[in-house]
């Protein structure tokens, strides 16, 4: 079992980056897959980005390719993601979610798919 931990949110303007940190205790987080997830106030929980165990494989919301970058240090117990040319759409509560195993699944934007939750981290981006 492994328990996720958001961190790095935070208050920033509308065109500004910020780096979500997800570390996790327990077992190591090399053999589970882990996916970003999104909720703003409302709105039902979104894929974000998700990746492999071992880093070499990833996947974005579509309509996130090209500002999110997701990666992982393994060494570190930690999966990262970078947030660049952030808009006031992008504001909500940020959740780091391991899957079952290490490799992501065909339904990775499935929730279900992902087995071990963060507490997540507000990310509020003002206009």
């Known amino acids: 079992q492994v328990q996720p931990v958001e961190s790095g949110g935070g208050l920033v303007q509308a065109g500004d980056s910020l780096r979500l940190t997800c570390a996790a205790s327990g077992r190591t987080f090399s053999a589970y897959a882990v996916g970003w997830f999104r909720q703003a106030p409302e709105k039902e929980r979104e894929f974000v980005a998700a990746i492999t165990g071992n880093g070499g494989g990833n996947v974005y919301a579509d309509s996130l390719k090209g500002r999110f970058t997701i990666s992982r240090d393994n060494a570190k117990n930690t999966v990262y993601l970078q947030m660049n040319s952030l808009k006031p759409e992008d504001t909500a509560v940020y959740y780091c979610?391991?899957?079952?195993?290490?490799?992501?699944?065909?339904?990775?934007?499935?929730?279900?798919?992902?087995?071990?939750w963060g507490q997540g981290t507000q990310v509020t981006v003002s206009s």
């Open positions: 979610a391991a899957a079952r195993g290490r490799w992501v699944s065909p339904r990775y934007s499935d929730s279900n798919e992902y087995a071990y």
